[in-house]
């Protein structure tokens, strides 16, 4: 049996994981090392705090991370099927590493964070359409 997710250790373990695998993604790898250009060493610690202060409710984060992925639609679009490509590995990895309650949750934040964001795409493009 696998534990559930209960420490900054877990969620740092979770994410580190998670972004070793989308790094080398042929379907969205590459929205992080050509178009974000990321720099992990800062991005890993901050994704680390959001989802500490998601799943374990731990204060950490500060940002917005709508903007971000906001900007980088205006950059390279983001379709669905990258999202679909994100929540399938993000679910595998959880999957693999965690059971429980708060892996079920970390699960559906995620696909409530996809939904959210495709949404204010879609809003955003239509604005666009608008004005044109």
Do not use: C
């Not at 800062?42 to 680390?48: A, N, S, T, V």
């Amino acid at each position: 049996m696998k534990n559930d997710i209960k420490t900054s250790e877990d969620v740092a373990l979770l994410v580190n994981t998670f972004y070793d695998k989308v790094q080398n993604d042929d379907v969205i790898g590459y929205f992080f090392s050509d178009v974000a250009k990321v720099n992990w060493s800062e991005h890993l610690p901050h994704m680390i705090q959001f989802w500490e202060t998601v799943l374990l409710g731990k204060a950490t984060f500060e940002g917005w991370p709508m903007r971000t992925h906001l900007v980088l639609n205006k950059k390279e679009k983001l379709l669905p099927h990258h999202f679909d490509r994100w929540i399938e590995l993000w679910y595998g990895i959880v999957d693999s590493l965690f059971e429980g309650d708060v892996a079920t949750e970390a699960k559906n934040r995620a696909r409530i964070m996809k939904d959210l964001i495709l949404f204010k795409i879609d809003q955003m493009d239509q604005n666009q359409n608008i004005i044109q």
